[in-house]
């Protein structure tokens, strides 16, 4: 017998087995009003509603509907509302510039808009055939059945559809969309709940964008076990505190820089602090400093666990959690084995590249990679080759079987666990009339893992200042994406050919550690 996997799996049997349990608990200080305390029931009905008002406006299987917006009830529900009914949901970086976002919505083709209250203004001029403010409810959803509503059209689900095109930064200047099918992600949320022992008795607090590679999948994953999902839309470490004390939580994913503004708040935290012994945190996009890792265990109490993988792999590649091995082991022994992306999760297999031309990259093979590239064919092709995807990461596998990401092959940087193309940055510089030459490199940054420098060259009787520059970026495009740093050169190192050597450029910054990374 073969059942085709579909996203809807979840939040069926969530509806099915704990229909009264309360699923969701939303940001109670936002712009739209509040849904307060939700139901799978509720949950699942709202889902519903959201297709059957896709039906309305004629949206067909294979639609895009895209959502800008912060962590809410709302964009969760849409999760199922959209894919569980055949259309392919696409998840925008609310931080992103109007410019990117119109180029998203553009290049995806999405019919629907979706946006947040607090970015309504922001997105004015940003256009799609139907666009709607997330809390103007009776444009989202359909009537209820029991006001005269009727439900969804039914879907047969095929597990190679494409559910959702997530948006992600790389070697080129503008984003690729990658397109993760039905089957991607119930094979990621199921190793995942696998991997990290998620039940119903857990409490999942959303400190990661619901928008960043699917929530790593926990918005299928928590809702498929029955697990609490506990809305957060701001991320403030004092905040996150006093919501793990409120709500119970027991488990959170998150990039490094969070880790850091929990510890932060805890200097000055009354009282005991909550979670000890019971709270699970997981971190990705940057191994932190062993001796954050050591300290999130010592003075929080709670579990680290580290896992690597990409947007294009849904996203779970390796996981990384303290053995029974390692129990005897001091603190910060433990924690330099933490720090490593981990073992290769159930069913993913993993290598190096002994090619001349990707030495030393790592390759993956898993029922997570992506079916390819949305509308882009020879990207797809060249991340795909041979049957493997190309991570653009360099890394070492060790005797133990785990993995240690060491470079990064393609002009990506990791900061505060986004992800920024070097590529995208130095296209901004150069539109500065007073610009000549310009590299972006990642350096080390005790906070962020990796924040953004530029080196620039000026033009022969030109002049900029660093606060000029950085500002200049922060108009172009994402916040987020502009240097924190902005150093002058006369020249800058290059090939023969005119190529920028940046792993000369990086060097400097990076001597002493035994990677290029963090």
């Known amino acids: 017998m073969f059942v085709p996997f579909s996203v809807s799996d979840f939040l069926d049997r969530a509806v099915q087995v704990y229909g009264d349990r309360i699923?969701?608990?939303?940001?109670?200080?936002?712009?739209?009003?509040?849904?307060?305390?939700?139901?799978?029931?509720?949950?699942?009905?709202l889902a519903r509603r959201q297709a059957a008002k896709l039906d309305e406006l004629g949206l067909e299987v294979g639609d895009r509907v895209a959502v800008v917006s912060h962590n809410s009830a709302r964009l969760l529900t849409s999760?199922?509302?959209?894919?569980?009914?055949?259309?392919?949901?696409?998840?925008?970086?609310?931080r992103l510039s109007p410019e990117e976002v119109r180029y998203i919505v553009q290049h995806s083709g999405a019919r629907v808009l979706l946006v947040d209250p607090e970015l309504q203004e922001e997105l004015a001029s940003v256009e799609a055939e139907f666009k709607f403010v997330l809390g103007d409810d009776e444009h989202l959803y359909a009537p209820a059945p029991d006001d005269g509503g009727s439900g969804p059209r039914p879907w047969e689900p095929d597990e190679n559809a494409t559910a959702c095109i997530n948006y992600t930064s790389g070697t080129t200047a503008r984003p690729k969309g990658v397109q993760i099918t039905h089957r991607n992600i119930w094979v990621n949320a199921v190793t995942f709940g696998l991997h990290a022992q998620t039940s119903d008795r857990d409490v999942y607090l959303h400190t990661l964008p619901m928008f960043h590679a699917n929530?790593?999948?926990?918005?299928?994953?928590?809702?498929?076990?029955?697990?609490?999902?506990?809305?957060?839309?701001?991320?403030?470490?004092?905040?996150?505190l006093r919501r793990v004390e409120a709500h119970g939580v027991t488990v959170m994913c998150a990039a490094p820089a969070v880790a850091a503004a929990v510890l932060d708040a805890a200097q000055s935290w009354d009282g005991p602090i909550p979670g000890r012994d019971r709270v699970r945190i997981i971190m990705a996009g940057a191994p932190p400093p062993t001796k954050t890792v050591a300290r999130v265990e010592?003075?929080?109490?709670?579990?680290?666990?580290?896992?690597?993988g990409l947007t294009e792999t849904s996203p779970l590649l390796t996981f990384n959690r303290s053995r029974a091995e390692w129990d005897h082991l001091d603190p910060l022994e433990k924690a330099t084995k933490l720090t490593r992306a981990g073992a290769p999760a159930l069913g993913v297999r993993l290598q190096i590249s002994h090619d001349e031309q990707n030495e030393g990259e790592v390759l993956?093979?898993?029922?997570?990679?992506?079916?390819?590239?949305?509308?882009?064919?020879?990207?797809?092709?060249?991340?795909?080759?041979?049957?493997?995807?190309?991570?653009?990461?360099?890394?070492?596998?060790g005797d133990d079987g785990y993995l240690t990401i060491s470079d990064?092959?393609?002009?990506?940087?990791?900061?505060?666990?986004?992800?920024?193309?070097?590529?995208?940055?130095?296209?901004?510089?150069?539109?500065?009339p007073a610009v000549a030459e310009v590299a972006v490199i990642g350096v080390p940054s005790e906070k962020w893992g990796e924040t953004i420098?530029?080196?620039?060259?000026?033009?022969?009787?030109?002049?900029?200042?660093?606060?000029?520059?950085?500002?200049?970026?922060?108009?172009k495009a994402a916040h987020y994406k502009a240097p924190t740093t902005i150093e002058f050169r006369d020249?800058?190192?290059?090939?023969?050919?005119g190529k920028l050597q940046k792993f000369k450029l990086r060097a400097p910054y990076w001597e002493g550690r035994d990677r290029q990374v963090n």
């Open 23 to 45: 699923g969701v608990v939303d940001e109670p200080d936002q712009p739209a009003p509040s849904l307060g305390e939700l139901t799978y029931a509720g949950m699942g009905e």
């Open 79 to 94: 999760f199922f509302g959209v894919s569980g009914w055949g259309r392919v949901l696409v998840p925008v970086n609310f």
């Open 215 to 240: 929530g790593w999948g926990w918005p299928y994953l928590a809702t498929g076990v029955g697990a609490k999902h506990v809305v957060i839309r701001k991320i403030d470490g004092a905040e996150i």
């Open 298 to 308: 010592e003075e929080l109490g709670w579990e680290f666990i580290q896992i690597y």
């Open 364 to 397: 993956a093979r898993s029922n997570v990679v992506l079916e390819g590239y949305w509308e882009q064919p020879e990207e797809s092709a060249k991340a795909l080759a041979d049957g493997w995807f190309h991570t653009g990461d360099g890394g070492t596998i």
């Open 408 to 432: 990064r092959k393609k002009d990506v940087i990791i900061t505060g666990g986004e992800n920024v193309s070097s590529i995208e940055v130095e296209d901004v510089l150069f539109s500065h």
């Open 453 to 475: 420098k530029a080196l620039v060259v000026l033009g022969e009787g030109q002049s900029a200042t660093e606060q000029e520059l950085i500002a200049w970026c922060k108009e």
């Open 491 to 497: 020249t800058l190192a290059r090939t023969a050919t």
